[in-house]
Nanobody
């Protein structure tokens, strides 16, 4: 069982940066693939990035070059650094974990956090 808690969201001006954190419980967290997703009002949940147990990173094309995902297994935390924020990045950001090595499909992730709101003003 893994419990996830996101933090770090907020209101930021376009062009700014944020670092989101996903803190996890569980001794085997390092064995999980962790993904970040986001959901804007009226839109479906969208895949953003993931990091595997082997610390290989993957990104959606829409965020490549601006987003960076990393993990610190010593503190059971996964980070999402977001740079050059745009108004279209406004969404609730969720982290999710999966033991089997999920990819970009939200349905493959077993554990989810409650989300953190990111709002980007123009």
């Amino acid at each position: 069982q893994v419990q996830l808690a996101e933090s770090g969201g907020g209101l930021v001006q376009a062009g700014g940066s944020l670092r989101l954190s996903c803190a996890a419980s569980g001794r085997t967290f390092s064995s999980y693939t962790v993904g970040w997703f986001r959901q804007a009002p009226g839109k479906e949940r969208e895949y953003v990035a993931r990091i595997s147990r082997s610390v290989i990173t993957y990104y959606a094309d829409s965020v490549k070059g601006r987003f960076n995902i990393s993990r610190d297994n010593a503190t059971n935390t996964v980070y999402l650094q977001i740079n050059s924020l745009k108004p279209e990045d406004t969404a609730v950001y969720y982290c999710a974990a999966d033991f089997r090595g999920a990819d970009n499909n939200a349905r493959d992730y077993d554990y989810w956090g409650q989300g953190t709101q990111v709002t980007v003003s123009s």
